[in-house]
């Protein structure tokens, strides 16, 4: 990607205090974009923002599985910068690994209420203020998995939530394509951020052994498909699921 590619925009990303989040945050801001750091977490988010700079960058709390504080979040960042974000990425994840016999239901709603009804509520409530707003040229980016088609032994609650974002990414774009709002989402392999660091390392070096480019990914390499995603230079790129796993199926 270019700098300057992003000029004028406002994006604004949920998870930005950790990992593929950040990440994406810093490379959004790069491009020539203002960001605003989302996150449960208000110390991580403001340590990003801190990074990028207080004339274009803005840290915000929020908690993706409630609406009220979505709703709350909508209100802040457009007094960020007086204008709506018309990027935004839905990379606020958790996982809550366990096998099915003896997943507590706490665990189950727990998975669902960040990962799928978070991204329903975030992408709703900024799309409908990009359509108030009636901004050109709209991008949404939510994370998917590729736990979705790997469909990993002790995932279910994860697995199940980042196969319902495919299939919710793929209503949204076909919903918000007359707005001119593009949505799309990333099916990462195996990244090394905080969420993966508590992976047990015979489960990664597996993971390392069956992709072929036989390494982790490194969150900057989310983050650039990310920005490409968020950028004019995929202006024909909607309803689409990309894997970005070093060929790991
Ligand atoms: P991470 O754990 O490093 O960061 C996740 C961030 O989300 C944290 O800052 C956390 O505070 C925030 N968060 C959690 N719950 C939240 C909530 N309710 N509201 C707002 N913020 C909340 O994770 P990551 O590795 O950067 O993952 C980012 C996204 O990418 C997630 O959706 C994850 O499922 C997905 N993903 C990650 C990997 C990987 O290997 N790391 C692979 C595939 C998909």
Same mark, same amino acid.
């Given at each position: 990607?270019?700098?300057?590619?992003?000029?004028?925009?406002?994006? !604004?990303?949920?998870?930005?205090?950790?990992?593929? %989040?950040?990440? @994406?945050?810093?490379? !959004?801001?790069?491009?020539?974009?203002?960001? #605003?750091?989302?996150?449960?977490? !208000?110390?991580?988010?403001?340590?990003?923002?801190?990074?990028?700079?207080?004339?274009?960058?803005?840290?915000?709390?929020?908690?993706?599985?409630?609406?009220?504080?979505?709703?709350?979040?909508?209100?802040?960042?457009?007094?960020?910068?007086?204008?709506? =974000?018309?990027?935004?990425?839905?990379?606020? %994840?958790? @996982?809550?690994?366990?096998?099915?016999?003896?997943? +507590?239901?706490?665990?189950?709603?727990?998975?669902?209420?960040?990962?799928?009804?978070?991204?329903?509520?975030?992408?709703?409530?900024?799309?409908?203020?990009?359509?108030?707003?009636?901004?050109?040229?709209?991008?949404?980016?939510?994370?998917?998995?590729?736990?979705?088609?790997?469909?990993?032994?002790? /995932?279910?609650?994860?697995?199940?939530?980042?196969?319902?974002?495919?299939?919710?990414?793929?209503?949204?774009?076909k919903e918000f394509g007359k707005f001119g709002i593009r949505v799309n989402c990333i099916l990462p392999?195996? #990244?090394? @951020? +905080?969420?993966?660091?508590?992976? =047990?390392?015979?489960?990664? /070096?597996?993971?390392?052994?069956?992709? =072929?480019?036989?390494?982790?990914?490194? +969150?900057?390499?989310?983050?650039?498909?990310?920005?490409? !995603?968020?950028? +004019?230079?995929?202006?024909?790129?909607?309803?689409?699921? #990309?894997?970005?796993?070093?060929?790991?199926?």
């Amino acid at each position: 990607m270019s700098a300057g590619l992003l000029a004028g925009k406002v994006a !604004l990303v949920t998870g930005a205090g950790s990992g593929i %989040g950040r990440a @994406t945050c810093r490379l !959004l801001a790069r491009d020539g974009a203002k960001v #605003i750091a989302a996150d449960r977490n !208000l110390q991580a988010a403001q340590q990003t923002a801190q990074e990028l700079g207080s004339d274009r960058s803005a840290a915000l709390e929020v908690d993706v599985s409630s609406a009220k504080s979505v709703q709350g979040a909508v209100a802040e960042a457009l007094k960020a910068f007086q204008v709506a =974000p018309s990027i935004v990425v839905n990379s606020a %994840g958790i @996982t809550r690994d366990g096998y099915l016999l003896k997943m +507590p239901e706490r665990d189950y709603d727990d998975v669902y209420a960040v990962n799928l009804k978070g991204t329903f509520l975030v992408t709703q409530a900024f799309a409908k203020a990009m359509i108030e707003g009636q901004l050109s040229g709209g991008s949404i980016v939510n994370l998917s998995s590729i736990v979705a088609k790997m469909n990993n032994i002790g /995932q279910a609650n994860y697995a199940a939530t980042k196969a319902g974002v495919i299939s919710f990414t793929e209503v949204a774009s076909k919903e918000f394509g007359k707005f001119g709002i593009r949505v799309n989402c990333i099916l990462p392999g195996y #990244i090394d @951020t +905080p969420m993966v660091a508590v992976v =047990p390392d015979a489960i990664k /070096q597996q993971v390392v052994q069956r992709c =072929p480019l036989g390494r982790l990914g490194q +969150p900057e390499e989310i983050a650039e498909v990310i920005a490409f !995603l968020a950028s +004019p230079q995929s202006s024909y790129v909607n309803g689409a699921a #990309i894997e970005v796993t070093g060929g790991l199926k």
